[in-house]
């Protein structure tokens, strides 16, 4: 939890950085056209910025950034699996998607994009809150409309290091989910639908790093997953309130989902390792300082709250590391 708040060179932290290119174009790509759509944004766009809260690490391999500017997702919609190339040229942007959720994730794209979004609603207070907006005019918060594309990966990262939840979440995707449709020449996947993942035995989350209880809990949530997709068309707190349902799921867990799923500008993340010193530090010089605090410092913010706590990450305004890191485990050694 803690390594993704700090900007880093080199890969996306989940909710503060941006899609740094890692490699080349996927294979193929130039020799199968898909379906296309474009469109034009209301202001300035950064798709790394937009976007790159989806990466779950350098390797995920549902999310790609090539050398070119592009942004590759593979997703399982409602209709089945899709890949979606998303590009921007000039004050345009253009989808290209494969698959049979082609067309569900190209009639999405604005709201991928962040067009539901209203960056005018936050009126900064803070000194460090102006200039970080104004350095970062691109900011929008992405809807992609889809639950357990965010809340399993979520689920994974709870209580353990960003490396160890990475790690485990490539390893099952690969394993267990399709390869994307589309010219990625078979380096890209599609996470598993829900009865894949019902059905990975126990050793299989043993060797990927997951203990039971955050394999149960993800057991319980594709169980219901019909139930959950269809918090999509409710509030953030509504589809909150039934993710938290889920026994193991809890109120930083369905944050993090509902961040990504319905772009909650409001949804701060609480009960977070590391967040409340780095609000506390860059607003109040404050690095002890805890939920009750962080939330204290937000509440100017209220009803953007999620998008103050994002610029204040990109600011890279953090306290120094007192302490070493959080070792990391792997629980299929033993």
């Given at each position: 939890?803690?390594?993704?708040?700090?900007?880093r060179p080199t890969r996306t932290t989940v909710r503060g950085g941006d899609v740094v290119v890692p490699g080349g174009v996927p294979r193929q790509a130039s020799q199968a056209a898909g379906r296309v759509r474009s469109w034009v944004p209301d202001g300035t766009l950064d798709l790394g910025l937009v976007l790159g809260p989806l990466r779950r690490g350098p390797g995920d391999p549902t999310f790609r950034a090539t050398a070119d500017g592009s942004v590759w997702r593979a997703s399982l919609t409602p209709v089945g699996p899709g890949t979606l190339r998303v590009s921007a040229h000039g004050g345009e942007v253009r989808g290209e998607a494969w698959g049979p959720g082609a067309e569900w994730l190209l009639e999405r794209l604005p709201d991928l994009l962040g067009a539901a979004d209203d960056p005018e609603a936050f009126v900064p207070r803070h000194r460090l809150l102006a200039v970080a907006q104004h350095r970062r005019p691109g900011l929008r918060l992405t809807r992609t409309?889809?639950?357990?594309?965010s809340l399993i990966p979520s689920v994974l990262e709870q209580k353990v290091t960003t490396d160890e939840a990475y790690r485990a979440w490539r390893l099952l995707v690969r394993k267990f989910g399709v390869p994307a449709p589309g010219p990625v020449g078979g380096r890209m996947w599609v996470m598993p639908a829900p009865r894949?993942?019902?059905l990975i035995p126990s050793w299989e989350w043993h060797r990927a790093g997951v203990d039971d209880k955050r394999a149960s809990t993800i057991l319980r949530a594709v169980r219901v997953a019909a139930r959950l997709e269809q918090a999509v068309a409710m509030s953030a707190e509504d589809a909150r309130a039934r993710l938290e349902v889920v026994p193991g799921v809890g109120v930083w867990t369905s944050a993090e989902t509902v961040q990504r799923s319905h772009g909650a500008a409001d949804a701060v993340t609480v009960g977070d390792l590391h967040l409340p010193g780095i609000v506390g530090w860059a607003l109040a010089g404050d690095r002890d300082a805890d939920d009750s605090v962080m939330?204290?410092?937000?509440?100017p913010y209220a009803g953007q709250r999620h998008r103050a706590a994002?610029?204040?990450?990109?600011?890279?305004?953090t306290?120094?590391?007192?302490a070493p890191k959080m070792p990391r485990g792997d629980i299929g050694k033993l």
């Open positions: 939890m803690a390594g993704r708040f700090s900007p409309g889809l639950v357990l594309e894949a993942w019902a939330l204290s410092l937000l509440e994002r610029l204040i990450l990109l600011s890279g305004r306290p120094d590391r007192r």
